[in-house]
């Protein structure tokens, strides 16, 4: 059975910093793509950055520089350090794989930017 569980998530003033991680299970982690996406009220859900291998990353121009995706194949995790945060980065944050198995989804973690 596939999980993919986030933490992480919570309030911070602007300018400051949160670590999103998921923890992946039941399906071939270290072969699949793994990305961050958000959808703020009223808004679609977006990408915010996704990573193949270990040496590759790509983000949207919202979050770069301020964002860093990394990962963990032995521990199947996946991480986002968040710095410099602004308000318009207020918005439910999921973890998404895309493994040869098929797509999967976790259950997202509430960021809020908010002074």
């Known amino acids: 059975q596939v999980h993919l569980v986030e933490s992480g998530g919570g309030l911070v003033q602007p300018g400051g910093s949160l670590r999103l991680s998921c923890a992946a299970s039941?399906?071939?982690?270290?072969?699949?793509?793994m990305s961050w996406y958000r959808q703020a009220p009223g808004k679609e859900r977006e990408l915010v950055a996704f990573?193949?291998?270990?040496?590759?990353?790509q983000y949207a121009d919202s979050v770069k520089g301020r964002f860093t995706i990394s990962r963990d194949n032995a521990k199947k995790t996946v991480s986002l350090q968040m710095n410099s945060l602004k308000p318009e980065d207020t918005a439910v944050y999921y973890c998404?794989?895309?493994?040869?198995?098929?797509?999967?989804w976790g259950q997202g973690t509430q960021v809020t930017v908010s002074s």
């Open positions: 998404r794989a895309e493994a040869v198995a098929g797509i999967y």
């Open positions: 039941g399906f071939g982690f270290s072969t699949s793509i």
């Open positions: 990573m193949f291998s270990t040496d590759s990353a």
